[in-house]
């Protein structure tokens, strides 16, 4: 089956006498299979797992291997410039992102997140952390081989990303050589023989250098290898881009690794890791590119903590941007936390001691008020948590706290077969203006003495300063009145919505193209779990304030709106009710009376507002072709931009093709800065 964007975004020779666009039911309905979205093998937990499937890779050729380097496609791309906003979390590989793109049996599940190296070193061949090749600063996050049908973790595998920012280009650069020398000239530890593949470039779409190498050791430990036929597959990712240097490793055991050269893992993920390296996850980014600094580097928020020699323990960590932020789970659910502008954490530890302090700033007060309620209504909403594995169970409890101008503290306490423990935390939400601060404790600072009154009035009294120093972010935090009418209601003319990455598609016997033009259709009414899409559509056309485009042949759509509102305040609601009604979706039925639609995320950077979504068709049949529709929508200033593609979709096709589809949206949202006050 050919890929129905490629086809919409080359020239000519489609097929003649194609009908009318199909939607999406009715392509799956007259095909041959549902193709369901596979990650993986490799190596279980146990050493039969190994045996049973074969990886894939390359048969172990330790040291015979081919000396040619793998040609990898080049795929065009439009350049981004390198960022200048601090690093963060954000710029990590998301667990979405992580693949294995083979199989069904396992996959890469977000472990853990923290600033620095971490203890164990990020590869077998690291010779020294990246603080001492001189970064400024440094996070890196862990992935487990989870067994999907079990929930087994693997721990023979493992996938890690660390990245840094040095203190200029030329010293990620130097960094970026050295740990390519290291990876060349490397012989793990229990090793006795080490094969160093050869780097390979990889195109990424972002400004900067990507290369990927696949290397193989030996021996595997004997519990797991009794024969001495396995070995270690290290496959190892590096992008350098400005100022910063990321370093995908992935080390999985087996008997061979079958990839192509252009569908091995980490090649499949060095794209994503390069854009969120430089642009950002859009997880909790600022809703505009480059977000402001709101909150001062010397905003007291540690104020009141002991010194750090008082801990048994790490002590202080920050404040800074690059602590990860706080997540909050309960009754098997995590919460969503809404977009923000500006945000500064710290943390303090000690043996059994745990504090955590994260100051927000949202675009204004009605937004960090909605953004404290949600907060507290996800917490008051579980109530009793579901007794787990080990016996114990949470109870929350929500009560009101007199502090800032609303504030709230949730009391989650452990309970063992029914019976009271001396196990629990404290977390505190106070609310200044825009500014929302979430003070959290656990271990003893979080429960003492099992009196909560007296847990929440310590937290408040030892924060009492920063508290207080919440009020001065009221005014950086105003900026300019969103509700104000928008210069530019019109879409200009000339305007690129048929913008495409190579040569646009032409009108001819088998391909219908459409517009740009007023009249146009362009992105069709959708709804999700019963809920309409807020997104320029043709189920509430507005000809005077949008532009629509289309191309449709026999296998699949391309249709595109864009549509100008009469304030940012307007847009910015759309994007909000559209996100609530995606994000409250997984699964649903359009009525085709075949099977369910499986609603899924995908990374969005974009740059700019947005968020990529879709469905496909739920295989529980074998019955017709997999179908589905991949969307992708973006706010710039008081304009929103909706991208759909309809076709022959598997889960597994949709997740290749939403990058392409938000490189075009990024292409598009380039030319919307005419839609905001002082531009892009």
Known sequence: MSDPIEKLTRLGDAMEGAPMPLPASEIRARGDRIRRRRHIVVAGASAAVVAAVAVPVVALTIGGGSDDKPELAPSPTISDPVATAPLTTENLLT???????????????????YPGDGQAAF????????????????????????????????????????????????D????????????????????????????????????????????????????????????YFLETGLVLSGDRVAVLSQSIVGQDYNFEADRRPIVVMLPDAARQLVLGN???????????????????LAAGWPDSSQADGEGLEGPNRTLPSLEFSACDATFAEPDYLDRLLATWSGAEDYRVRQLTVYADAAAA??????????????????????GYRTDYEVVPVDAGEQAWAVLQRDSFEGAETPFGSTTVVVRVGAAVMILDHGGHAGYPSGDGQAAIASIIDEAAEPITAMTALRQAADGPDLTNPAEVTTIPDGFPLGLAISEPPEEDGGTNVAGPGAEVAGV??????????????????????????????????????????PTVEAALDEMAS??????????????????????????????????????????????????????????????????????????????????????????IGAEMCVFTVDGC
């Open 578 to 667: 559209l996100r609530a009604a995606v994000q409250g979706c997984n699964r649903d039925d359009d009525g085709d009376g075949r099977s369910d639609r499986r609603w899924r995320t995908f990374s969005s950077d974009t740059g700019y507002d947005s968020v990529t979504f879709g469905y496909t068709y739920d295989g529980t049949d074998d019955v017709g072709a997999p179908a589905g529709q991949l969307y992708t929508v973006v706010r710039v200033g008081n304009a929103i931009l909706a991208i759909e593609w309809a076709g022959e979709y598997s889960a597994e096709l949709m997740a290749d093709s939403a990058s392409t589809q938000v490189q075009i949206a990024r292409g």
């Open 524 to 565: 069709r009414a959708q709804t999700a779990c019963g809920t309409p899409l807020a997104m320029p559509n043709a189920g509430s056309p507005d000809p005077e304030h949008e532009l629509g485009y289309s191309v449709s042949d026999i296998e699949g759509y391309d249709g595109r709106t864009i549509r100008a509102y």
């Open 172 to 231: 990620a650069e130097a960094a970026y050589a050295e740990i390519k020398e290291w990876h060349v000239e490397c012989l793990p530890p229990g090793a006795d023989r080490y094969d160093a593949g050869d780097f390979a470039a990889v195109p990424v779409g972002v400004e900067g250098t990507a290369e990927v190498q696949l290397s193989t050791y030996r021996p595997v430990d004997e519990s797991l290898d009794p024969t001495g036929d396995l070995g």
């Open 282 to 300: 859009g997880d909790g980014q600022p809703s505009e590119p480059g977000g402001t600094r709101l909150i001062p580097d010397d905003f007291p």
């Open 95 to 113: 667990g979405e992102d992580a693949v294995y793109p083979t199989g069904g049996m396992v996959d890469w599940v977000e472990s853990d997140t």
């Open 369 to 390: 008020t909605t953004a404290t309620d949600e907060l507290v209504d996800f917490f008051r909403s579980c109530g009793t948590g579901p007794v787990r594995d080990d």
């Open 123 to 170: 590869s077998p061949c690291a010779q020294q952390s990246l603080d001492g090749l001189g970064a400024e600063a440094v996070l890196r996050r862990d992935f487990e081989f989870v067994v999907t049908e079990t929930n087994e973790v693997d721990g023979t595998n493992y996938l890690n990303e660390v990245i840094a920012e040095f203190p200029s280009a030329a």
